[in-house]
């Protein structure tokens, strides 16, 4: 739950989020529900997802919002 209020009192403001595997993402949390952080990347980083795109050169709005799950949130930081 400590995760949950830490990215609601950051939601619509940049953020530096640090993840259990030790990937990190920059950008502004967009909206954040009970299991989920939904991230706007900043503007030219690129997103590399595991998920199946069913267009044929790769999704278009696939670097629009990163989906995050708050388990495993490590940090936050706002920047």
């Given at each position: 739950m400590e995760a949950y209020y830490n990215?609601?009192?950051c939601k619509n403001k940049k953020v530096r989020i640090l993840t259990v595997?030790?990937?990190?993402?920059?950008g502004v949390i967009m909206d954040v529900d009970r299991y989920n952080v939904y991230l706007k990347p900043e503007q030219g980083?690129?997103?590399q997802t595991s998920a199946f795109y069913p267009?044929?050169?790769g999704n278009?709005?696939?670097?629009?919002?990163?989906?995050l799950s708050l388990f495993t949130l490590l940090a936050i930081a706002l920047i």
């Open positions: 990215c609601l009192h595997d030790g990937h990190h993402h920059v980083r690129n997103v267009y044929p050169y278009p709005y696939s670097n629009q919002i990163l989906t």
